[in-house]
């Protein structure tokens, strides 16, 4: 087994119902987040972490995600025609990132049911799972932290993040033991989410994870789980329990949730108020309209 390169995948399946009706007839993972899809932030991410194959798994009313990531000849033509260098390098943008792969998954039974599709582009390496609608900081680097930490200990990985009680619910949750290291654990548990009595830890998993190959024939026989949907955190639960162990990685910085409607607004509020074209005016007007609240 080889570790490096190591290939992305994106699942990009799921239903979206926590963001109806905007997701009826559109990915979540292609809501702007400012001007950019999300699922863009997070091929940028990859790029950043040193990996240039990236495998997207879509659904059904997907083509969406594959027609971003494609060339737009007539497009490009007339930005060049007008001379609009920075609306052309933005269009061009999204096609030059990575090597950019998709596969189909049909019915929506599951984040790990969704990872299985990928087994036959990733074959017998390891490879990193980002989820299209979990956003972390431009200014992190979880992902090289967590690919070093799966070189390190021959193990996957997955990021943690602390998250408060009334929240816990939402996340599959970790039972853990420290490392040697800060901020480095070693999961014995996993729980898909537990009510507040029933977690192990405060620790959720966020959406990045360096996983073994060994991940798919755990995946091939993971019954449906919570929800009726075949869960990846089941088969990570496995894994952790098998020779290899699994490893968490806890995240302390900024990470939105694009497929919830409040992370969402919070998320393109954040980044404009940073961006040099829209924040000082946005940042302005905000003061004001927080005085009227
Ligand atoms: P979520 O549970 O956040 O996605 O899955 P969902 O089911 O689309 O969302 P809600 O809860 O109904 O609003 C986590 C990730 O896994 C993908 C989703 O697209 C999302 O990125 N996923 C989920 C799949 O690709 N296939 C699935 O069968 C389920």
Known sequence: MS????????????LGTRFLPATKAMPKEMLPVVDKPAIQYVVEEAVKAGIDDVLVIIGRRKNSISDHFDSVPELEAQLELKGDATKLAQVMAPSELADIHFVRQGDPKGLGHAVLRAKSHVGDHSFAVMLGDDLIDAKEDLLSRMIDQHTKRGASVVALME?????????????????????VVRITGMVEKPSREEAPSNLAVIGRYVLSPDIFPILEHTAPGKGGEIQLTDALEEQARGEGGVYGVVFRGRRFDTGAKLDYIEAIVQLACEREDLGPELRAWLKDFAKTL
């Open 3 to 14: 570790n490096l390169p190591i290939k992305a995948v994106i699942p990009a399946a799921g």
């Open 163 to 183: 998250v408060p009680p009334e929240h816990i619910h939402l996340y599959g949750v970790a039972q853990i033991e420290p490392t040697d290291e800060d901020d």
